[in-house]
């Protein structure tokens, strides 16, 4: 799944001068195979935008989205958007807000394999539906198929979301800080499952969080967010080693257990970046500690600092590499 110049804008209030608002500008990433990315970033940096336009709830105003080399935005015909949606499902934040109190969780499930043709007849349904409980390790399938969401612990509850994603037998799944709601005890098996899911079933994730010591846990590569831009991208692991962008080393240092505690979660000083009418320049220009003057005129192009990593940010344009930008503790 590729993104490819991704900008998403919003017209506010109205009269003789309309403003923009500039949820997402210029994102491009690719999502490999059985590969896990992680987007982290503030609330309001554009994340679950991303994902909206990714899962064609609503359209880019501008780029491209491509799902194994098609150009998904042209594929208008009802088949082909049915084949699209079945591929790449969605989970979200709230498991109680995303399933329907008065039906059963058996219910939740029957619908997805329905419209998707994954059973016909009532006796394959039950087994269909019983099979997705227990791939989730919800057990007695049976007993819990014919619960209602308000039996069910949050945790079951978003074992019952990542079930129905399941259900249509998709290839990535977009995750919207699904483990965010739980209670810190039982995130780390909920990861596990998606973990197990990736290798059984071959599954590729958006891992969508705004705790990037849990990023560090699941995902292969992360990516950082602000104010609807990526501002660097790199593996996990080197990412958190050796941050580049200033704003990724204000995240870290924000971090009280750089070891990946589930529970540290960023703590950035916020001063609201602006995305109504934004100045030129780069977004991050008023908090930025090494902030220069071209900064505040252009926006920073991309520069790739080794073959999977690369960062946005004037600092690289200008002979800097990794190590000479201040460590986390001198920001
Ligand atoms: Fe800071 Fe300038 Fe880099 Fe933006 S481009 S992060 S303001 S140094
Ligand atoms: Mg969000």
């Known amino acids: ?9 919003f017209q506010v209030g109205g009269g003789f001068r309309p403003k923009q608002l500039r949820a997402l500008h210029e994102v491009s990433f690719a999502l490999g195979h059985r590969q896990v990315v992680a987007l982290v970033g503030e609330s309001g940096s554009g994340k679950s935008t991303i994902a909206r336009l990714l899962v064609r ?65 009532a006796g394959e349904l039950k087994d269909r539906v019983n099979e997705l409980l227990e791939t989730v390790d919800l057990r007695p399938a049976a007993e819990i198929a ?26 990535v799944i977009l995750a919207d800080e699904p483990i965010s709601m739980l209670d810190v ?62 704003y990724t080393q204000l995240l870290l240092s924000a971090v009280p257990d750089p070891n990946g505690s589930m529970k540290s979660e960023l703590k950035a000083k916020s001063g609201a970046p602006k995305l109504i009418d934004p100045p030129p320049g780069c977004p991050f220009a008023d908090r930025c500690p090494n902030v220069m003057a071209v900064c505040r005129q252009e926006m920073p192009g991309t520069t790739q600092l080794a073959q999977d990593r690369w960062v946005r940010c004037h600092l690289f344009g200008q002979g800097a590499s990794i190590g000479k930008v201040g460590s986390p503790k001198e920001l």
């Open 185 to 246: 005890s039982i995130r780390v098996g909920v990861l596990n499952l998606m973990e197990r899911l990736k290798e059984e079933r071959g599954i590729s994730y958006l891992y969508i969080t705004h705790d990037i010591a849990s990023a560090r846990y699941f995902a292969d590569r992360t990516m950082v967010m602000y104010a609807g831009h990526i501002v660097e991208g790199a593996p996990s692991e080197e990412l958190m080693q050796q941050p580049a962008h200033p």
């Open 146 to 171: 014919s619960r209602h969401p308000h039996q069910l612990s949050g945790g079951q509850r978003q074992r019952v979301a990542i079930a129905r994603a399941l259900a249509p037998g998709p290839s």
């Open 57 to 121: 709830l609503m359209d880019p105003s501008s780029g491209k989205i491509f799902f194994r080399g098609k150009d998904i935005l042209q594929e208008e015909p009802r088949q082909a958007s049915l084949d699209y949606r079945a591929q790449v499902q969605m989970i979200f934040q709230d498991p109680f807000g995303s399933l329907n109190p008065v039906h059963t969780i058996g219910n939740h499930l029957e619908r997805p394999l329905l419209l998707h043709g994954k059973a016909k007849g």
């Open 1 to 9: 799944l590729e993104a490819k110049g991704l900008g998403k804008y």
